[in-house]
């Protein structure tokens, strides 16, 4: 099979006035990558979320691990960055929203799944609309910077930078009449055994920092140096397999690691936050916290819209929303989050 013929795209198009402009993009210039901060919902859940909002957000396509779904025609425009922020314009001389196509990654399911679709989406698209994989795709981050950190929010915690992601893209790009080859099985076939110890700097030292981020050892970055940062994590793998705790990972710190399971438990279920341990309330100087904007990004979601900048600083808008919150759910309406509010908001 080629791999332009990798994977098929489901066109299921919204019908909404609000998410679906049905104004036209004349030209395409380019492609704004983004993700769905959001554990729960996939492809499908996203299409209905869309076709029953009264407020002017959407976004063309939305791929989880099982399939890429375009919910708007790629002709038309969608409303997936704010039309305030300059660097659209500096950077390609329009607005996003009115000659941009907006893809979302979903976080359900399998990471490597649904990545590869999504990869393999960009290649796409470049090559549909003539466009280079090195300078024509950009992150919402980039462009709302401050405010959005997609999709590098959700790629940087499965392993993945943004340098990686686009050459990636490349590859596809690149071998787009070629084979498709299995990763897995290309693996395998090319398994090698190696040494690596403190002082080295190259690609399998990143290959084995992923491999340690994943199985919850190294929260560091995937810089392709062993540090020592990577040092203790490999101690820290080895002590809890009862390995010789040398820090350098052989051969044996190898084939146990092939087998390893995660350290992290399996998300099973809707995400429970726990609480942070300190009340959020309204005062000066105001809190500034990434757990505020979770708060926020909550009283926006149960509103089933925007009500309150998502800017991690708990100020008057924030707390009169918790108040309101609080009532419509009966509990004290006390304009503060306390262990209680914060259960019924996560
Ligand atoms: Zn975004």
């Known amino acids: 099979m080629a791999i332009k013929n990798k994977y ?35 492809a499908d859940d996203h299409y209905r979320y869309f076709n029953g909002i009264n407020f002017y957000a959407s976004a063309h396509t939305f791929i989880d691990d099982d399939k890429i779904l ?8 969608a409303w997936h960055v704010n039309y305030d922020k300059p660097k659209d314009n500096q950077l390609y001389g329009d607005d996003a929203n009115d000659c941009a196509i907006g893809t979302e990654l979903c976080r359900t399911g399998n990471f490597k799944k649904s990545y590869d679709r999504y990869v393999w989406y960009f290649a796409y698209l470049c090559h549909k609309f003539g466009l280079n994989p090195q300078h024509n795709i950009v992150s919402h981050k980039v462009l709302d910077p401050g405010r959005r950190f997609d999709p590098q929010s959700w790629l940087e915690p499965n392993g993945v930078s943004w340098n990686e992601f686009i050459n990636d893209v490349q590859r596809y ?16 076939s090319e398994e090698i055994v190696w040494y690596l ?19 919850g050892y190294y929260d560091g970055k995937i810089d392709n140096n062993f540090g020592p940062k990577t040092e203790s994590a490999v ?20 084939a146990v690691m092939k ?49 309150v900048e998502v800017d991690n600083y708990y100020g008057p808008n924030t707390a009169n929303e918790v108040g309101e919150y609080q009532e419509r759910h009966d509990l004290e309406p006390d304009k503060m989050v306390g262990p209680i509010t914060w259960s019924t908001l996560f």
């Open 8 to 42: 098929k795209i489901e066109r299921k198009y919204i019908n909404n006035s609000y998410a679906r402009s049905r104004e036209f993009i004349d030209d395409v210039r380019f492609l704004v990558a983004h993700e769905t901060d959001n554990d729960t919902a996939d």
């Open 70 to 77: 375009e919910i708007i025609p790629l002709n038309e425009k």
């Open 173 to 188: 790009y690149d071998n787009w009449n070629g084979k498709v080859v299995d990763r897995d099985e290309q693996v395998k």
């Open 197 to 215: 110890s403190r002082g080295d700097h190259n690609r399998l030292v990143g290959d084995l920092q992923r491999k340690l981020k994943k199985l």
């Open 235 to 254: 101690k820290a793998f080895q002590k809890h397999e009862g390995l010789i705790q040398d820090g350098s990972y052989g051969p044996k710190t190898q």
């Open 259 to 307: 087998n390893a399971k995660s350290k992290k438990k399996n998300k099973i279920g809707p995400s429970v936050i726990p609480y942070p341990g300190y009340h959020f309330e309204l005062r000066s100087p105001q809190m500034h916290d990434d757990n505020v904007g979770r708060i926020q990004r909550a009283l926006n979601n149960a509103a089933g819209h925007k009500v």
